[in-house]
């Protein structure tokens, strides 16, 4: 399994989108965002706050617990997920803990991110600087898409998939 972390518009999607052909066998791409889109958006009942903050963490709790059942039956899934709040890194590390994962840091200078941001239009403009993800100072690979293509930084993943154990997955378990 890989996971690409990284703050939104910093090319996770595109980096995901350009690893599969380089891949020798299949794998699912499971963006976070592919999984939330299955849920409706036009519902009869307004949300209050509070039900809407749980409604999004029952999505992403179960969106691990679906990634860990394409994993259960020998899949390779590569996620892409930003771990924008600690409970999210903690929660895999516990449903992922029988399975191989590659975590791999995408990152990005602040001024491209708002670039790439105001150039889509369909993200609220600040998500992306604004957006801490949990870094921790730890990951098995890192690629910097400021100046990098999405197919470069998709090859250096690929070509580094393979690395020594123990992994940042079982380094960050073993600080529990
Ligand atoms: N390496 C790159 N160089 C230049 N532009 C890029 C690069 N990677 C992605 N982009 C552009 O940045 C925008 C966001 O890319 P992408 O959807 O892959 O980011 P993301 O991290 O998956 O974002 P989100 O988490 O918000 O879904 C797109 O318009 C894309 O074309």
Redesign the pocket.
Known sequence: MILLN?P???????IGKAMLPLLDDPWFFLPV?AFSGLRSTNHRRLLTDAESAAMLQRTRRAYHRAVAVLAAEDNHVIM?Y?LSEPWRLADLLDVLSPYDVTLVH?TCDPAELAR?EL??GD?PIGLATSQRVYAHADHDLTVD?TT???ES?AAHIVHNLFQPAPKAFTRLRNRL
């Not at 939104?8 to 595109?14: D, P």
């Open positions: 990284g939104s518009s910093s090319g996770k999607s595109a965002d892409d930003p995408v790439r150039a889509r993200r898409t990098a293509s999405p930084c």
